[in-house]
């Protein structure tokens, strides 16, 4: 029997099929998975486009709509979902985005009104998430309970021209550790997962993000490899499964060992 038989899994950020969500959301369907992807805005024709190449591996359905600065579409996305699945097994926030100010520029140019929209889209909106699905999960029939994962970049030190997306990672890892401690007893477990820098669309827009490229694998005792996400669709599937049942309100790190370096 695949891993994630029987799993109902909700997926947001599958834009393209660079992206570390289209990864996870294949070998989710790999594993038995029956998964439905978010999509938003002016990117949500990119996501029907990009969902319709899952069907290879398996049934994706309609993309839901859910713009996690609209309140509104919460309650509508968790009504789509409850309609398709009844319940929900997993949940991945691969959810993020800051204006260019924030990227690159140092900490000292970004005005507020920029810093407060990197903060409600890349770190405020896990906490959205999970509210909105926690009754949803709360019903979940997967041994060991529904779990989240949110995808991250190492915050425990300062990378060049990350900037204010770094402080966000940071209260992401935090953010984390505080729904994990409240939804535990609902079985529900939350763990953030730190991927290597991978060459997705969303870091090609990064400023200087050949900083990481050029250096990463040199520091990580293990390789990387910018073009190879499967590491990380790996790990997350076992965080999604039973196997990591235990484990709550962490950091696992996917980065060939990087981020343990001097």
């Known amino acids: 029997m695949a891993i994630l038989t029987n799993h109902r ?3 947001t950020g599958v834009l393209t099929e660079d992206s570390l969500a289209f990864g996870i959301a294949r070998r989710a369907l790999e594993e038995g998975a029956l998964i439905a992807v978010t999509g938003a805005g002016r990117g949500l024709s990119l996501t029907k486009r990009t969902a319709r190449k899952l069907e290879e591996w398996g049934d994706v359905g309609e ?3 859910l713009d996690v ?3 509104a579409q919460f309650a509508s996305a968790a009504s789509a979902v409850d309609d398709r699945f009844g319940r929900l097994d997993g949940l991945v926030h691969a959810i993020g985005y800051a204006p260019q100010s924030c990227l690159g520029a140092g ?3 970004a005005p507020f009104a920029d810093v407060s929209t990197a903060m409600q889209i890349s770190t405020y909106s896990l906490s959205a998430l999970v ?19 949110a995808l991250d970049f190492d915050a425990s030190r300062a990378y060049p021209v990350y900037d204010w997306m770094g402080v966000m990672k940071a209260g992401l890892e935090s953010l984390g550790r505080y729904l994990a401690r409240e939804v535990g007893p609902d079985r529900i477990r939350v763990n953030m997962l730190a991927a290597g820098p991978v060459r997705t669309m969303a870091a090609k827009s990064i400023r200087g993000f ?9 520091r990580a005792p293990l390789g990387w490899d910018v073009n190879d996400s499967s590491a990380v669709s790996d790990a997350a599937i076992a965080l999604l499964s039973p196997l990591l049942r235990a484990t709550t309100a ?7 060992g990087a981020h343990a370096m001097g």
Do not use: N
Not at 210 to 218: G, P, S
Not at 250 to 256: A, L, R, T, W, Y
């Open 131 to 149: 509210g909105a699905f926690r009754p949803l999960m709360q019903k979940s029939e997967a041994l060991g309970g529904a779990s989240v994962i």
């Open 107 to 109: 900490m000292f140019v």
């Open 9 to 11: 899994i909700l997926i």
């Open 250 to 256: 962490s950091v696992i790190h996917v980065d060939g």
């Open 63 to 65: 993309v839901i709509e």
């Open 69 to 71: 600065t609209d309140p």
């Open 210 to 218: 050949e900083v990481f490229e050029d250096t990463w694998a040199d």
